[in-house]
């Protein structure tokens, strides 16, 4: 049997949901192959590099920034699942001129991409808006700051359902970054450095993600119940819900990457954090079976 370190480097759906399914129904075991997943969310970017990663946004930071020659071999989503969760009184993005955030740090994937996001909107993250930076996590403290009024908003990400959190203490969904900005973000990434993407681990674990991504669109009642393992504080109907608005319109079937998707976001990636756009789509984006 095959064997292979794979790293997740944030939590909830949007980061762990297709290998969650893998792994749940038997697809590594079926492909031969024995994944440890690992939870990598504070591992240094060295220690990353030595396995397999979902994490393709941090990847492609890395390869941005370090010339680290990571590459994405499969793609599970092009929509990131972050949103802008507010208290109160703020009905859209500009709302948040002056306003306290709490938000990842602008060297992270999230956090770069919320700056892009907010950009577009018309706001200087850095002079218009009171970040208060935090490290990704489960986001139960932000929404005790925003119940205590100590933040105005937060940038929170897939381990709650941001509606139904919205709805249960009349706060306000202002934006959901995957209507704003696009971007392969999650599937399977490698740095070839120290792995071959044809090694037959790799081959195996691609397989078993592929198989799970027909899951997703193929049936929705298995992967409502595994969504359930994250979304234990939702009701059924909840979890239901937002499978049908975020999860199922929006994941691939099949791992490919829209390269013109990905030259976008690449060119605005790069010039949100001041370096030169130094790969191209098709050159950091693998994804052909």
């Known amino acids: 049997m095959y064997t292979i370190d794979l790293a ?14 893998a792994d749940q ?13 690992r939870d990598g969310c504070v591992w240094s ?6 396995g397999a990663t979902i994490g393709l946004g941090r990847a492609l930071l890395s390869r941005l920034t370090d010339g680290t020659p990571w590459v994405g071999l499969t793609v599970n ?47 200087d993250p850095d002079r218009d808006i009171r970040t208060v930076v935090r490290s990704p996590g489960d986001y139960g403290m932000d929404l005790r700051r925003l119940r205590d009024g100590e933040i105005d908003a937060a940038l929170v990400g897939s381990t709650m359902a941001p509606e139904a ?30 792995t071959d993407p044809d090694d037959p681990a790799v081959q195996a674990v691609l397989r078993a ?40 319109p929006h994941y691939t079937t099949d791992g490919q990457v829209d390269l013109a998707i990905g030259e976008a976001a690449i060119t605005a990636v790069a010039a949100e954090l001041g370096v030169p756009a130094g790969v191209t789509a098709a050159e950091f984006y693998r994804t052909a079976p």
Not at 45 to 50: A, K, N, Q
Not at 218 to 235: A, I, K, N, S
């Open 77 to 123: 989503t092009h929509r990131p699942l972050f949103w802008f969760l507010a208290r109160p009184g703020l009905t859209s993005l500009a709302d948040l001129a002056g306003r306290r955030l709490a938000v990842h740090a602008p060297h992270t994937a999230p956090g770069c991409f919320a700056r892009i996001v907010l950009r577009g909107a018309g706001l």
């Open 209 to 248: 993600h592929r198989r799970a991504l027909k899951v997703i669109h193929e049936d929705p009642d298995t992967t409502v119940r595994h969504m359930q393992t994250f979304l234990g504080g939702h009701t059924p109907d909840e979890v239901r819900a937002h499978y049908d608005t975020f999860i199922a």
């Open 165 to 194: 959190v919205a709805a249960e203490y009349g706060w306000r969904v202002l934006a959901w970054v995957g209507d704003h900005f696009t971007i392969p973000t999650v599937g399977l990434a490698v740095d070839t450095t120290y």
């Open 8 to 21: 997740y480097v944030g939590r909830g759906l949007h980061e762990e949901l297709a290998a969650y399914i």
């Open 25 to 37: 129904e038997g697809y590594y075991a079926d492909e031969g192959v024995h994944v440890a997943l």
């Open 45 to 50: 970017d060295e220690r990353l590099r030595r």
